[in-house]
Structure formats: structure tokens, C-alpha cells
């Protein structure tokens, strides 16, 4: 055979093997099918041009009498098992990603790395005719030897193909493992990353992760559980707990209807009785202001059935409408005479469920205060009534009349039982006028409730107009 075309060849040969690496990195921006192709064609026609040249792969060179000819055919044959393998990586890792999605990384590391030791022995026993039978026991020997020594590190390795093969969770992921909650930040050979609530950096080894109890808190993925316990007095009937935590559920807009948020009794002890309160919400990020939230609507409702979370003491009892009055916000300044006087003049009255309270536009007698249960706040929009909020205990209503003499915007109905203490619209004034803090507070309240208002319209999803032929007509 002529030495000139195997000179050829090793020069075709080298200038492919280039023109595949400047191709891989000027297409690093490109589509990564566009990559493979071209990898791909370069591989095949490296393999022709070889292969042309005389030089096989399964076989060692034939150039014996030619030194220099023989090293470089040898090269060849040798980097064409690596150039196999590191295509065949690249086809297998596109395969991967189709059915693991990015996640597997891991897995496919693991799965390059075999492709490439069976491609060097490979070359080992083809091109370089080595005993491979040898070989291979003594590497076995080696393996086994190295395996005893890396065995806690050999157990990560695997539990971490395990973890990105089955995906019990993926990177961006809230966990816990075993206690320890965090964000998964990465999931590499040895360990898993978590990024906790206090901005610390957690590695928990991949084989303690595959041991541990794991859950999952972004999965499923718009359907999160939030969760409070509220511990109460044996003394105290749970019907009555139960009702009250019933309505702080219903009062707390932010939870999803489906599944249906649930109140019931955990656990009980001759000096407690343990409540669960379980909500679903769609946001996780959200979790801790709910749960807030929550807390904070079990109290207000518990303390309007008559329920406190303090301890019995010998203080002086009030009456309802003045312990009512301690909870509004906008009488917070006024003196406790000043509180006294206007208790007097609370009138209480029963709201069935479905019961409007105050109508849309209407002018209200005076400032009404919920004392129990869950009232609902709707604004217009256009020709329908869109849910503005939720209120509870201690909240007021109609302060639009008591500030302007104005109709109210919005229209308020009782969602729960509830019972409204209404204070005379002179009563109020009056203590408009003893307090400039009533007025301001009681502006600031329209203020608010006028921006939720615009941001509930604002928010609300516009109706999408389907186009048809007459409507096609009618712009023509």
C-alpha cells in the first residue's frame, strides 16, 4: 500500500478533528441538536477518512518498515475510540435529558465516564494488541482494593444516581431531610446542597439523603399545606374551639377552597387539648405569611366565642361591647372613660349566613363593629360583584358614611353567623372630635380599603373576545 494517502489521511484527519472543536464552540450559543449534528458528521467523516487510509480501529497498523507512519496510524485508531466515545456521551446525554430532564446530571457523568474506560480498553486490546485479560484482572484486583478504600465515598456516588434517577426531588426544590428543611441548590457527585430559611449552606452526603425520610415540599406543585397547632384548655368544650377555628379558616382569603381547610382535634392530655388547623395555598412563598395570618385570625376568633388563650385571674370583668372596643384599632388612642361612654351606646344584632349587612351604595346610621364570625366584602366591577377581602372580630364597617355622610362602595354580607355591634353615627363623631386620631385612623382605613379595591379590579383576569367571521366582517 502507498505511505502517500495514510500522510494524507493524517493530515485530513487532523484538520476535521479541528474543525469539530472550533465548530463545537462557535455553536456553543446554538441549538444543541444543531452541535450534535455537526459532531456527528465530523465523527462519520473521520471514520472515512481513516478507514480509506487503511487504518482500522479493530486492528493494529500495517506499517511496520515505517516508524513514524506507524505511530501515527496507531494514533489514529486510538483517538478514533475516544472520539467514539465522547459522541456517543454527547447522543446519550441528549437521551437523558429528554427523559430525565437536566437533573440527571449526575447519571450522566457516571454513564460518560463507563463509555470512556470501555473505549480505553478497548483501544488497549484492539490497537495496542495488550493482553486485556490481564489487564483486566488486575484492574479488577485494583477496583476491589480501591473500592474498600473509597466505600463511604462510592455509596455517595451511587445513592446520587439513585436520587437523579428516581427525582424525589430537583434543584430550585424546598425539602426537608429528615428535619432539615431547605431550598436544593445542587445535587452533585458526593452530597446534597441545601440553602435554608436562615441563609445558611447545608451538604448532607447523597447516602444519607437516600436513607432519610424526604419530603417535598414544592410537590404537588400549586397545591402547598399549611399547618398551625394551637394548644387550649381540657376545661373548655372542643365543639366550641372548633367552630371558632372554623370561622378563621373561612375568614382567611389566601387559602385555596379545594381541598377543604379543616379544624379538628390532634391530641389530648389531662392538662391540654392539641387543635390542628390545615389550609392549602397555591404560592409556597407564602407559607409563612398565611401561617401568621392564621395564628392571628384563631386568636381574634377565639377571643370573640369567649375563648382566651391567657390563664384565668381575678381581674374585673367587662362586658363585651367595651372588651370589644380594646381590639378596633381606630379606638386604640382613646382613654378608657372615653371607652366606657362609648360602649354604652353599642346596639348588638344577629346576621344570619347569606345576610347583607350593608348594601352596595347604601348610607349607614352610624359605624358597625364585628364582634363574631366572617363578613364579606364585595366591590363592583362593572355589572358584577368581585370579593374585595374577608373581615373578622374587631374589624368596622362603614366609615365612609360616618367620615362624608357617603354610600358605601362596596357590599358587605355575612359569610359565618355573625354578631354586629353598630355605634350611633353621633356617638362617633363625638369621639371624632374628643380624639383627631379617630378621624385620622378612620382616613387611613378608606384609603387602604379604596387602593385593595382598585387592586382587586385591576387583578381581574379581562375576558378574552373570540374572533368570528361576522366579527371579521364588522372591522372590514
Same mark, same amino acid.
Given at each position: ?15 476535521? $478533528? ?21 459532531? $456527528? ?6 471514520? @472515512? ?24 496510524? *496507531? ?12 459522541? $456517543? ?9 429528554? %427523559? ?62 439513585? @436520587?437523579? *434517577?428516581?427525582? =424525589? ?50 410537590? =404537588? ?17 372542643? %365543639? ?6 372554623? %370561622? ?9 377552597? *379545594? ?10 392530655? =389531662? ?177 387602604? %380599603? ?6 382587586? $379590579? ?19
Amino acid at each position: 500500500m502507498s505511505t502517500v494517502a495514510p500522510h494524507y489521511s493524517l493530515a485530513w484527519s487532523l484538520l476535521l $478533528l479541528l474543525a469539530d472543536v472550533l465548530a463545537w464552540q462557535l455553536l456553543a450559543n446554538r441549538n444543541r441538536l444543531l452541535r450534535i449534528a455537526v459532531r $456527528l458528521g465530523a465523527f462519520v467523516a473521520y471514520s @472515512l477518512v481513516i478507514i480509506n487510509a487503511g487504518v482500522s480501529p479493530l486492528e493494529a497498523p500495517a506499517w511496520p518498515q515505517d516508524s513514524a507512519l506507524q505511530f501515527g496510524a *496507531t494514533a489514529l485508531a486510538i483517538v478514533w475510540w475516544m472520539y467514539a466515545a465522547r459522541t $456517543l456521551t454527547v447522543v446519550l446525554g441528549v437521551l437523558l435529558t429528554s %427523559r430525565v430532564g437536566h437533573s440527571g446530571r449526575l447519571l450522566q457523568e457516571v454513564i460518560g465516564a463507563v463509555i470512556f474506560l470501555i473505549a480505553i480498553v478497548a483501544a488497549a486490546g484492539y490497537v495496542l494488541q495488550l493482553p486485556v485479560k490481564g489487564l483486566l484482572a488486575t484492574s479488577g484486583a485494583m477496583a476491589i482494593i480501591v473500592g474498600l478504600a473509597l466505600q463511604s465515598t462510592l455509596s455517595d456516588v451511587f445513592s446520587g444516581i439513585i @436520587l437523579n *434517577t428516581t427525582k =424525589p426531588y430537583q434543584v430550585d426544590d424546598s425539602i426537608s431531610i429528615d428535619g432539615m428543611e431547605g431550598k436544593v441548590m445542587d445535587i452533585d457527585w458526593r452530597a446534597t446542597h441545601l440553602l435554608t430559611g436562615v441563609g445558611t449552606m447545608v451538604v448532607i452526603p447523597n447516602s444519607v439523603a437516600a436513607k432519610a425520610k424526604i419530603v417535598n415540599l414544592s410537590r =404537588p406543585v400549586h397545591i402547598h399545606g399549611v399547618s398551625i397547632t394551637i394548644m387550649m384548655s381540657p376545661h373548655i368544650r372542643p %365543639r366550641r374551639v372548633l367552630d371558632a377555628l372554623e %370561622r378563621a379558616l373561612q375568614g382567611c382569603s389566601a387559602l385555596l377552597l *379545594t381541598p377543604k381547610p379543616r379544624a379538628v382535634v390532634k391530641d389530648t392530655s =389531662p392538662t391540654t387539648i392539641e387543635y390542628a388547623v390545615t389550609g392549602f395555598i397555591s404560592d409556597l412563598n407564602n407559607k409563612s405569611d398565611v401561617r401568621n395570618l392564621l395564628f392571628d385570625l384563631a386568636y381574634r376568633h377565639l377571643e370573640a366565642a369567649g375563648i382566651s388563650w391567657q390563664s384565668e385571674t381575678a381581674a374585673e370583668p367587662v362586658s363585651r361591647q367595651r372588651a370589644l372596643l380594646d381590639e378596633v384599632k381606630i379606638f386604640r388612642t382613646s382613654s378608657a372613660e372615653e371607652k366606657d361612654q362609648l360602649a354604652k351606646s353599642m346596639v348588638s344584632r344577629e346576621y344570619a349566613a347569606g345576610q347583607t349587612i350593608i348594601e352596595l351604595g347604601e348610607v349607614t346610621d352610624g359605624l358597625f363593629v364585628i364582634a363574631t364570625g366572617v363578613v364579606s366584602a364585595s366591590v363592583k366591577d362593572s355589572t358584577t360583584l368581585v370579593e374585595a377581602g374577608r373581615m373578622g372580630p374587631g374589624e368596622v364597617m362603614g366609615e365612609q358614611s360616618i367620615l362624608g355622610d357617603t354610600p358605601s362602595e362596596g357590599r358587605f354580607v355575612a359569610l359565618t353567623s355573625c354578631v354586629i355591634y353598630r355605634i350611633d353615627k353621633a356617638a362617633t363623631r363625638q369621639a371624632m372630635e374628643k380624639r383627631v386620631e379617630i378621624t385620622t385612623a378612620l382616613n387611613k382605613l378608606q384609603a387602604v %380599603r379604596q387602593q385593595n379595591t382598585q387592586h382587586v $379590579l385591576l387583578r381581574k383576569p379581562v375576558a378574552v373576545k373570540k374572533n368570528n367571521f361576522l366579527g371579521w366582517l364588522q372591522k372590514r
